[in-house]
């Protein structure tokens, strides 16, 4: 059981973000470059206001159905010589990821959310493993002993020169604080490059699956998912059930509608993963493990998205792209960054906290902070209404859940 | 800026003996406008920009339904819960309504002026004063949806027996909680609500409006009207049709997508200082449009907005409310 000052300690940790004047630094260019970036792409590539309305729409069809098509989506991928499992809990999805990687070995992993809500690279790192994030973003979040605080930009809140710092430490050479992003980003690269090869594991997410095809689609632009997901010879993937739709049509469009309102024109990289790597090369006998990973397991995480999904005002909290968008639009966000949340954050971060993660007090800290100005709603694909599910939340936090009654 | 810097501090202090209030100070305001009491379509001032024993009444609900909350009638969890959290809602909700009560010498203003703009309109609105129900919409914001709901249903009986028929609302969370709440918790709800806004701009083409000096405005959204009630071209239409009104507004941060001042429904007494910050952050947005006047039409972003410019130490900069905007502008 949490302390009871669980709620100043917030307000204290909130406060002490917004007084910090090189994070709302750091924030007010990020929301700048981030307004006018999405600007760009959608004009760009104006149809994906329009798609944004068809995939509502399957979202809208797929989320009721989430635990069918997972059932589909696994029926395929063992097709495929792959593996599928449904994890109940994140404990479930923990213990499948640790039996399958077992202890004293290298493990890359790209970014995932899901991978954070169920603290992954702790619980390997705890069983023996050597765990690296290959994202740089979460490879400085990492490196800092910090935790990310945007879903997208993980370490949006540390300037150039505390990279410098850290890497300096890290990698042993003596990089000036004073230094191109660019010589940082090398720096990175060169540290990281052997660890792919040398992984036994890679680890990654997936932005959307197909369930006719068992299809992970993964959209990145660094680089470092399509190294971890296909150097390694075994490739885990943790996808929250939620990213479920149909067809592969209906992922593609999820795609790239995700992308864009990412601030994204063309993202450089979009990885289609539906089984291990084979050939039939020789006399057409399908042999597996050719350059790519010989074993592949995809884990769909419920750990109460199904139960989210049974409240009628709060389910579209699941429709969310992770596109990021909201919390550059957020006034509170702009000057506290992730300190305002939890495992996800800003007002849609509440319901998560609520009934994902079922952590009401943390829940209910977030829920009090958002304004419910409603302009998150405004920049959102899904439309997704923050404030009716903040007020909806607070309700079930005053007048009790009688959904919950069990309790 | 001009009267008092130390307005949102008087208000705090003013407010908190305003709770004892008779009822001979209600609707004080009005006194000498000689609104009548009866008729079909009525002017709802709301609590915001008013202070009267409406708002005693209110504040005895709200601290019924608090008492009601941590003691029996709602689940023990919720009690245990507030209290680990520490949170302290019966406080909360007496700092936001007296953080809602407003000074009547400052503050009589916007509500003066919309009654004097609707009159030259040709509108002759009544007026309920110290009959007039609370909205309730602090309720329904704190999550306390089963008692706001009474009082919703006992709002519309009020509004009903009075013999009202139509409402013009002008603050926004009022406007907003009669106009689309109100339909969500009362059967058979037939009242018809639009905001002053609405009313103005429709007959804005007929009228010749003048601002007594030439200057540089821009106008804040309050989310409640821009986002909840889709108000976005009404108050620019308004201003943009007065002369000497030059409106100047924010890149980006404008109509949709205006920044929220800071002061989201009692957000502000639960972190005071936080809130402070974010109107900070809102008036600077607004004075690099160069404005010599922040345009707004809600009570709380006024406040929000003042201590803004308050804590940046700008000065000749003045905030007003749309409906003096437009009283001056028909003065000329």
Known sequence: ?407 | MPPGLTYLADNIITSQNILGVTKEQSARWAQKLDIPRQAETIFFAGCGYQFSPQLERLMSLARGVDKSVIGAELPMRFARFQKKLGLNLPGIYSNVLSLNILPGREELKPLEAAIKVLRNLGIQPGYLAEEEPCCGAPLNHAGLQTKFAENARQAYRTLKSHGVKKIIGIVPYCTHAISKLFPLYVDGYDLEVRHFLEVVVEKIPSLKLKFPRKVKVTYHDPCQLVRYLSLVEEPRRILTSIENIELVEPDWTRGEWATCCGGGGGFETVFPELSQVLAVNRASELLETGAEIIVTHCPGCIMQLKDGLRELKVEGVEVLDLSQVVAMAMET
């Open chain 1, 1 to 407: 059981m949490k302390k009871t000052s669980d709620f100043k300690n917030y307000k204290k940790e909130i406060m002490g973000a917004a007084h910090d004047d090189r994070l709302r630094l750091a924030l007010s260019r990020a929301i700048k470059s981030f307004r006018s970036n999405v600007k760009d792409a959608l004009e760009k590539f104006p149809h994906t206001v329009g798609m944004a309305e068809e995939v509502l729409k399957i979202k809208e069809a797929a989320i009721p159905r989430m635990e069918e098509l997972a059932r589909q989506a696994i029926a395929v991928i063992e097709e495929n010589k792959g593996k599928g499992y449904i994890a109940k809990t994140a404990n479930e999805a923990l213990e499948i990821i640790a039996d399958l990687t077992g202890t004293n070995k290298l493990v890359v992993k790209g970014k995932t959310m899901t991978g954070e809500e169920i603290g992954l690279r702790e619980y390997l790192e705890e069983k023996g493993n050597e765990v690296y994030e290959t994202d740089l973003g979460e490879f400085i979040i990492q490196k800092m002993g910090s935790r990310p605080m945007h879903i997208l930009s993980p370490s949006i809140h540390v300037p150039r020169e505390d990279v410098a710092r850290l890497f300096s430490k890290v990698m042993g050479q003596e990089i000036a604080p004073d230094s191109k992003i660019a010589d940082m980003v090398a720096a990175a690269r060169e540290y990281l490059r052997d660890k792919f090869f040398r992984a036994d594991i890679g680890i990654s997410g997936a932005n959307v699956v197909a369930a006719e095809t068992g299809t992970l689609f993964i959209i990145e632009n660094e680089g470092n998912i399509r190294l971890a997901t296909s150097a390694p010879p075994v490739h885990i993937a943790l996808v929250g059930m939620e990213k479920l739709v149909p067809t592969l049509s209906d992922a593609y469009k999820v795609s790239e509608v995700t992308w864009r309102y990412a601030n994204y024109t063309i993202p450089s990289y979009v990885s289609l993963v539906s089984g291990p790597s084979k050939t039939g090369d020789i006399e057409k006998e399908t042999t597996y493990g050719a350059h790519g990973p010989k074993e592949f397991h995809v884990i769909f995480l419920d750990g109460g998205r199904t139960r989210l999904a049974r409240y009628p005002r709060l389910a579209q909290a699941l429709y969310c792209l992770r596109c990021g968008g909201c919390l550059y639009e957020c006034p509170v966000f702009a000057v506290t960054a992730g300190h305002f949340g939890d495992k996800y954050f800003a007002g849609i971060g509440a319901v998560w906290a609520a009934i994902v993660n079922e952590d009401m007090e943390k829940a209910a800290s977030i829920a009090y902070t958002c304004l419910t100005c409603g302009r998150c709603r405004q920049r959102c694909p899904m439309k997704i209404d923050v404030p009716e599910m903040i007020i909806e939340l607070r309700k079930l936090l005053a007048e009790g859940d009688p959904a919950n009654a069990r309790d």
